[in-house]
């Protein structure tokens, strides 16, 4: 192998390097913006999410009395459980609290339950 070959291979590889690290830093910045900020969620913070308000809703309407009886608002923001709307009685509004700290991955539950007012 003469030297100008060599040369001209060690600056494809020189080239081809400088090529690979710039589309590796480019791809870290785009996956950057895909995480969570102190005022969002990660994608899958937004599923996970999403399958703790579906097991809540089940364990909610398995729950003794609180069936289709009444209806319960869930929403889950990093975990954390909000329950909302009317219920019948203040028991309703403990059995719905108590079933949605059983679910997993539930961090906490803020109950914004209310008993309905009596005509």
């Known amino acids: 192998m003469n030297v ?3 040369t001209n291979t060690l600056q494809r590889v020189l080239n081809m390097k400088t090529f690979i690290t ?3 830093l480019l791809f870290a910045l785009f996956l950057g913006g895909c995480g969570a900020t102190e005022n969002s ?3 899958g913070q937004v599923i ?3 399958a703790i308000t579906a ?9 003794a009395g609180l069936g289709k009886a009444v209806t319960i608002d869930v929403d889950t923001y ?6 909302g709307g009317f219920v019948n009685s203040k028991e309703q509004i403990q059995m719905a609290t108590q079933a949605a700290r059983r679910v997993n991955g539930v961090m906490d539950v803020r109950n914004n339950l209310e ?3 009596k005509p």
Request: charged share 25%; no cysteine; net charge positive.
């Open 41 to 43: 969620r990660a994608t």
């Open 115 to 117: 008993v309905k007012p």
């Open 48 to 50: 996970d999410d999403a």
């Open 55 to 63: 097991k809540v809703n089940t364990e909610i309407a398995q729950a």
């Open 78 to 83: 990093r975990g954390v459980v909000s329950l």
């Open 4 to 6: 100008t070959t060599y």
């Open 22 to 24: 710039s589309l590796s």
